[in-house]
């Protein structure tokens, strides 16, 4: 399955530019998955050529305008564009955005708008994914999310299969779904030859927050954790003031978490043109640290 991350906008509250408002698409095996919506994320989708098809689930962190108030451009571009599928966004305080888009008229768009409220806890079920919301520590009430890829079958043992008298085919498929065969007369269980099964890919997005030990918790061994990062430490009294997070205190948490790849977000626009000193300062404490840039992707590999 593929899996990659487009950064399509890495900005503070103040955008720049070099930097748009908050905005991550994470594409999974064709289907599309937002997380945030700032303003023009539509035309950042069209310069990042991500497209718009199968963008069927839009998560918002928190009711800040620099996270959601492109979502209305956003559905203006696909409503001109013909959708017909139905769109679910989910946010804090959904009766604000329903009404917000009720106002619009949106609930005249040929595709259905469903807005799903969240809250710490809440888990969102895709099948071959889940999305998992926690409570953030900011100055109104935020949400991080975590994409969860379900565990993959474990390794099957062919060698072993064959001198079992196991022939190849259908039983091989069974055996990997965990149920069990009979062959010969023997009735042959699947973990006699399918490995322990293999964690699926985990990516967690904090929004803006203060570091709490909550999302070193559900970060635990993530793939790729985007943590706030808006300032250096020496900033750390405004952070603080403002609920936010520095670099030092990212890298912290994902030391704590020993997630594998740590990417800073929400930069401020102080280090728009020169992101370097957040970079030095996370990566003394993780040195497997980046900071997201505007376009940036990632793909996140299976683990073998």
Known sequence: MFLKITFL???GTIPSVERNPSSILLNYNGERILFDCGEGTQRQMMRAKTGFKRLNNIFITHLHTDHFIGLFGLLETMSLNDRKERLNVYTPNPTFLSTMFRLFGYHNFEFPIEVHGVEDGKLFDFGNFSVIAFKTEHIIESYGYAFIEKPRPGKFNRERAEKLGIPPGPLYSKLVRGESVEVGGRVI????VVGEPRPGRKIVYTGDTRPIDKIAEIAKNADILIHDASF?????????ETKHSTAREAAEIALKARVKKLVLMHISARYSKDSSPLLEEAREIFPNTVVAEDFLEIEVPLEK
Do not use: I, N, R, Y
Request: glycine fraction near 6%; hydrophobic fraction near 25%; avoid cysteine.
């Open 189 to 192: 269980k699947p973990e006699e």
């Open 9 to 11: 906008g890495t900005s």
């Open 232 to 240: 250096t430490h020496d900033l750390l009294d405004w952070a603080k």
